[in-house]
């Protein structure tokens, strides 16, 4: 969402709310629902080149669960608050790089579909979640890990 910084200059506060999708962000781990994500803000003039940006995102997110790799969703809603300087001779302000930095930021470090999901077998790769599978749970310990078979 890009904002001409002539307007932004004229007006004290700005409101602004859009929805983004998918498609409008590179570096974010997991991937929006259907819905996308609800943006809601306002832009206030703090100077001549400074502004502060404030917004609320409301969305779901879909992160892989870390254990079975079962898409897992997420209800997320952030806050997000600081200031912005333009330098002379840029004409716009996109809000779209600050807004895929709050994700970025917010994103949980690990997603699990729930607390006691049991992941994926190591030799066939069952989910095990869904059914059992036949495979021989301790013929193949690496030695090297033998002494932390104790331990279980």
């Known amino acids: 969402m890009n904002f001409e910084i002539n307007k932004l200059l004229q007006e004290e506060i700005i409101p602004f709310e859009f929805v983004v999708k998918n498609t409008d962000f590179n570096e974010i781990e997991g991937?929006?629902?259907?819905?996308?994500?609800?943006?809601?803000?306002?832009?206030?003039?703090?100077?001549?080149?400074?502004?502060?940006?404030?917004?609320?995102?409301?969305?779901?997110?879909?992160?892989?669960?870390?254990?079975?790799?079962?898409?897992?969703?997420?209800?997320?809603?952030?806050?997000?608050?600081?200031?912005?300087?333009?330098?002379?001779?840029?004409?716009?302000?996109?809000?779209?790089?600050?807004?895929?930095?709050?994700?970025y930021i917010n994103e949980p470090y690990r997603v699990l579909c729930r607390e006691d999901c049991a992941g994926l077998c190591p030799k066939c790769g069952n989910n095990l979640n869904h059914k059992q599978c036949d495979c021989e749970k301790s013929d193949d310990l690496d030695l090297?890990?033998?002494a932390l078979k104790k331990l279980l």
């Open 31 to 103: 991937k929006l629902d259907e819905n996308g994500g609800l943006i809601r803000g306002t832009i206030e003039k703090i100077s001549r080149g400074t502004f502060l940006v404030s917004f609320t995102i409301e969305m779901t997110m879909i992160y892989p669960c870390a254990r079975c790799l079962e898409p897992t969703p997420i209800d997320c809603c952030y806050e997000y608050s600081d200031t912005v300087t333009v330098e002379d001779g840029v004409t716009t302000l996109d809000l779209l790089p600050i807004v895929e930095e709050c994700i």
């Open 144 to 146: 090297r890990f033998e």
